[in-house]
């Protein structure tokens, strides 16, 4: 039969290998540290190949991994300094009203000091992923989360965050057994299959749409507005629903303050 295939993958070492993944991505929710380590885990795997292959098509992203060039630290108070409306303003003022840390991301050193490219990928990725929540308008927080990771896997393939995609839509597929539409609030949608899979293709359009967003240094556009930055871009920010930032009265208020 053509399902013979499967005892070749289907290995005792391939199954003990995806569980691990798995554990990982499935506990992403409960710490960053997660998705940071299982990136990690995939830096010579086959998926790494293929993202990094992507990625040395594209001029400015080659240069970026061959320079290895660090991202931020950013300064808050600098940022806060800006105009309103400019990337670097809205990105201090979103993150700080969330409680959140705008150097939250891991160290070279935990990425074996960028000794590879795939090391690099994996570090640039992660110190740009709050950025690109702010440049998509995709909230920070479950609701929103599929919908910027995807954008990366739509562009570059990144192995650890196409997995995530994978397994939240597997997790969640399992795990509910209410239709969509019957559910009354946005966090039992959430947790839907449907829901999930309607982040992740939203996500995968804007990636697809958009200019290569790996090799931009956000340390130049700070001070730029962020509207424009996007048009540049080639973005369409999403504005509306609960997978948007915009949609966080907090966050609107401390903007407008």
Known sequence: MGFRYLDRIA?????????EL?????????????????SHRLRQSRPMQVCRALLQRDPG????????????????????????????????????????DI?????????????????????????????????????LDTFGELGVISMSVAQFSHPGLAFTDLMALLLNWFRNDTPI??????????????????????????GVEAQPL????????MGQDLEELRAELGIVAVKEGTFSWYANPSLMAALAA
């Open 214 to 221: 790996f090799p931009v240094i956000w340390e130049e556009r």
């Open 61 to 100: 992203s080659r240069a970026l991994i061959e320079q290895r060039r660090l991202s931020g630290p950013y300064d808050p108070v600098a940022l806060r300094a800006l105009p309103k409306g400019t990337l670097g303003h809205t990105y201090v003022t979103v993150l700080e009203t969330m409680g959140y």
């Open 22 to 38: 798995a554990d990982l991505a499935a506990g992403a929710g409960a710490s960053a540290h997660n998705v940071f380590l299982l």
């Open 181 to 206: 539409d019957e559910l009354a609030t946005p966090a039992e949608q959430a947790r839907t299959a449907s829901y999930a899979f309607g982040m992740i293709s939203k996500g995968l359009h804007i």
């Open 11 to 19: 290995s005792e070492e391939n199954i003990h290998a995806f569980l």
């Open 103 to 139: 150097n939250f991301f891991p160290a070279p050193e935990f990425y074996a000091n960028l000794e590879t490219d795939a090391d690099y990928i994996n570090y640039r990725v992660y110190a740009t992923h709050d950025i690109h929540h702010i440049v998509s308008g995709f909230s």
